[in-house]
């Protein structure tokens, strides 16, 4: 399954342009949306969710066009898992489960068989019958990835699924997306570009309602190759001055001095050595170049 959009835009009643004229596709498998606060990424969403109604252009789900008489038939394909979720306090891992499998319009024996097998996957079989206000950031993150299967989408769309969790849940929750992207297209979003690295060959970068860049993650890694320096200072007054001229993305003390990691065309006039760019380096870098 693929997602088609097509000289997308949407325009707020404020007057604010959050998508403009934007084109893309989203093959099957991961893919990863890449951008900070508030580039577009959730409004991005809330369009592919049938929630939000563009002022122009189309989108269309493996040949299915977004237009309101095709909306329920969207949905039924779609599994949604938005960045803060609350699934019913009071009710336990399972009942909330069941409750969301039955507003879904999924048959309950069919709705059970799911349960067992994703709560299986996810690691929660052992916390069914605690309350869903007794879990971890992590656990509540896993359930909403369980209802969001319940009606086994074929395009999964997770928005900043890591956000606050810590380094193991992390890489849980991340390992569990690669899994179900095997037969469906799942799109994750993000500001977090360590996320994607670890997880999606395809991906996308938006910036201001317009996308930047759309490809591969290799070659977004390739368009910052031969930009990226390792520098060596004497103190922090030096430091502040090479920040004046140059993006540093990264400062560490060494001995001696200090070590930046800074982006430029040329090699800067200092103790330098280029470095290969990182998926991170490449974002930063295809970011900067659209603010000048």
């Avoid at 949306?33 to 969403?45: H, S, V, Y």
């Avoid at 999606?200 to 970068?205: D, E, G, K, R, V």
């Avoid at 591969?216 to 090479?242: F, T, Y």
């Amino acid at each position: 399954m693929s997602i088609y959009i097509k000289d997308l835009t949407v325009i707020f009643k404020n007057g604010v342009t959050a998508i403009n004229h934007a084109d893309l596709e989203i093959p099957n498998g991961i893919f990863g949306l890449l951008g900070e606060n508030g580039a577009g990424k959730t409004t991005l969403m809330r369009v592919l969710t049938t929630v939000l109604k563009p002022v122009s252009g189309t989108v269309a789900l493996d040949k299915i066009l977004y237009s309101e008489e095709n909306y329920e038939k969207i949905q039924r394909k779609i599994g949604y898992l938005p960045q803060e979720i609350e699934l019913y306090p009071n009710l336990t891992v399972q009942e909330c489960l069941e409750y969301m499998g039955d507003l879904a319009g999924v048959p309950k024996a069919e709705c059970r068989k799911r349960m067992e097998y994703y709560l299986k996957k996810t690691s929660l079989v052992e916390h069914r019958k605690k309350k869903m206000k007794q879990l971890s950031g992590g656990m509540k993150r896993r359930v909403g990835l369980v209802q969001a299967l319940l009606n086994e989408p074929e395009f999964l769309i997770v928005d900043e699924p890591t956000t606050g969790l810590d380094p193991e849940e992390r890489i849980r929750i991340r390992n569990l997306l690669v899994d179900f992207s095997e037969n469906r297209t799942v799109l994750l979003s993000t500001h977090v570009v360590e996320d994607l690295a670890a997880t999606c060959n395809q991906l996308a970068i938006i910036h201001k309602g317009s996308f930047l860049y759309a490809g591969s993650v290799r070659d977004l890694a390739e368009e910052a190759q031969g930009k990226i320096w390792i520098c060596k200072v004497s103190d922090e007054e030096k430091a502040r001055e090479v920040e004046c001229q140059y993006r540093i993305t990264s400062k560490q003390y060494v001995e001696r001095g200090l070590q930046l990691r800074v982006i430029s065309e040329r090699m800067p006039e200092l103790e330098c050595v280029s470095v290969p760019a990182t998926l991170e380096d490449a974002y930063i870098y295809v970011t900067s170049q659209a603010r000048q």
